[in-house]
């Protein structure tokens, strides 16, 4: 049996709706509606019934059992995956831009000058994506700017972060979303943890991403900050972004109020025996920044 369809099968079960499956998932309602039409044609006979989203009794037997099964493999795979990360001495780390970018570098140079032998994979991308590889066990730990919905997994609230909204020295400060829309907006892709920060704080500023003009749209902060230097926009950014290094012709436009907080997420049972030390050197760092 696939496990990943009978995963998706139990979270199913669970959600009742194809559509907060794929959300909590992060992947798309046919994929959903595929995988479930897979597995009842390898079981042979309907798990759902389609119009009240209840299981058939031969599909609550499905449920429990491969409740089961999951969470046998899930020890089984554990195990097996610590016993791999002991003998490589490999610690494969995801992050998200603003951690992965801005945090992380020093963390690591310091953990490394005390573990030598210690071999570091690291992988960057947008939160959702770097949860999905640690969900998945690709991942050792993951350093992303949102909260996973994941109750299954380890998290470690590292800070807060603060965002700021920064332009081109020709531009005066902003005091009102009003103000906010009249300049275009350079964004960050979906799946980012700092797009849905960016949303939430122009909510709070009284207004809405949807009416912002969105000039250009970009994978990391690196990139949005360049693009505010060459004037073509205004850029949201966390103050964790802003530093010696950041472009000279910024200038600090507008705070905006925000929520969000940097997490450290393992799996409760997978926890590679450096995550803990790699932890401290970041909560070291962003001490050292407060």
């Known amino acids: ?41 390898e079981a042979g006979f ?21 409740k089961s099964l999951i969470r046998n493999w899930e020890q089984v795979r554990n195990k097996a995956a610590r016993i791999h990360s002991f003998e490589s001495g490999k610690l494969q780390i995801g992050a998200s831009s603003i951690p992965g970018t801005y945090l992380l570098p020093k963390a690591l140079g310091s953990l490394q000058t005390a573990q030598a032998h210690l071999d570091l994979c690291i992988i960057m991308d947008a939160s959702d994506q770097i949860i999905d590889k640690l969900r998945h066990y690709e991942l050792d730990i993951a350093f992303v700017g949102s909260k996973p919905d994941d109750d299954r ?25 009003t ?48 693009l505010a230097a060459s004037g073509i926009g205004i850029a949201i950014v966390s103050t964790y972004a802003l530093g010696p290094e950041s472009p000279q012709a910024l200038v600090p436009l507008a705070h905006l109020q925000t929520d969000r907080h940097f997490y450290a997420v393992q799996h409760p049972n997978h926890k590679h025996p450096r995550s803990s030390e790699l932890i401290e050197e970041v909560q070291k760092i962003i001490h050292s920044q407060s």
């Open 1 to 41: 049996m696939h496990l990943k369809r009978l995963e998706t099968f139990t979270i199913l079960a669970e959600e009742r709706n194809f559509s907060a499956t794929a959300q909590r998932l992060n992947i798309s309602q046919p994929a959903i509606t595929k995988q479930i039409k897979a597995l009842e044609e």
């Open 46 to 66: 309907p798990l759902i019934h389609r119009d009240t989203m209840t299981l058939t009794e031969a599909g609550q037997v499905i449920f429990d059992e491969g």
């Open 153 to 177: 997994l380890d998290m470690t609230c590292l800070a807060q972060d603060e965002l700021i909204a920064v332009g081109t020295n020709h531009i005066a400060s902003i005091n009102s979303f």
């Open 179 to 226: 103000e906010l829309k009249k300049h275009p907006l350079i964004t960050y892709r979906e799946g980012s943890g700092t797009l849905k920060a960016t949303k939430d704080a122009i909510r709070a500023f009284g207004g809405s991403y949807e009416e912002m003009d969105i000039v250009a749209s970009v994978p990391n902060t690196a990139g949005a900050l360049a």
